[in-house]
């Protein structure tokens, strides 16, 4: 069975500031790690996304995020906050093979001016 | 990359009627689509698995004679709402992960559904 936490259902930060959004995963199979952003009533755009190999991953708009397996965390980070950023926030984990993506229940980023 | 098509994008009908959606891969060929749902602030949560030429795969609480679903096709699953309730209404998203390495999942772009 697989699982997310992301801790923090609202972050909010200062325009040109860093963001950090927690996502920590439980599984019992070698994770495939998602972060997905959502702006309302639309779908979900993918931001990055970890499988194997480098541990640190880059995503669009200046998003990253490492897996770390020790702590089975993979967090987002930006160095600097922009108002674009404003969204909700899902990270979703899942295995090999085709498997459905376990999310969880999000993190909603509010950027101030 | 590859594109999960999904139709209507919005939907009202009125309480008692039937609503389909449509799901379609336009480049790729999936054997499995999965159909989420996600309630206003809320996160996805999967509703099933389907599966092409096969009968689809229900999670626990999903009621499988109200959202029926229909994999008829490698490129087009369905979702028909059987007699819709204002409690179905929802945000409705399907999926696909990609065949080789299945190391992406693709998205549509969801049906607001609202049953008045």
């Known amino acids: 069975a697989q699982s997310v936490t992301q801790l923090g259902s609202h972050v909010s930060v200062s325009e040109g500031a860093l963001v950090l959004l927690r996502c920590n995963y439980s599984?019992?199979?070698?994770?495939?790690l998602f972060w997905y952003v959502q702006y309302p009533n639309q779908g979900l755009q993918l931001l990055l996304k970890?499988?194997?190999?480098?541990?640190l991953v880059k995503g669009i708009n200046g998003f990253e995020a490492e897996f770390k397996k020790s702590e089975t965390s993979f967090h987002l980070t930006k160095p600097s906050a922009h108002m674009s950023d404003a969204a909700e926030y899902f990270c979703a984990v899942s295995g090999s093979g085709n498997t459905p993506l376990v999310f969880g229940k999000g993190t909603r980023l509010s950027v101030i001016a | 990359g590859a594109v999960v098509s999904q139709h209507p994008s919005r939907v009202i009908c009125k309480s008692g009627t039937s609503v389909k959606i449509e799901c379609r891969s336009l480049?790729?060929?999936?054997?499995?689509m999965f159909w989420y749902r996600q309630f206003p602030k809320q996160s996805l949560m999967l509703m099933a698995t389907?599966?092409?030429?096969?009968?689809?795969?229900?999670e626990q609480g999903v009621e499988k004679d109200k959202f029926l679903i229909n994999h008829a096709s490698l490129t087009l699953s369905t979702l028909t709402v059987t007699s819709a309730h204002p409690e179905d209404s929802s945000f409705y998203i399907c999926s696909a992960r990609d065949r080789v390495g299945n190391t992406e999942a693709f998205f549509g772009q969801g049906t607001r559904l609202t049953v008045v």
């Open positions: 480049d790729f060929q999936a054997t499995t």
């Open positions: 389907s599966n092409e030429g096969s009968k689809a795969t229900y």
């Open positions: 599984s019992s199979v070698p994770p495939y």
């Open positions: 970890y499988t194997t190999g480098a541990t």
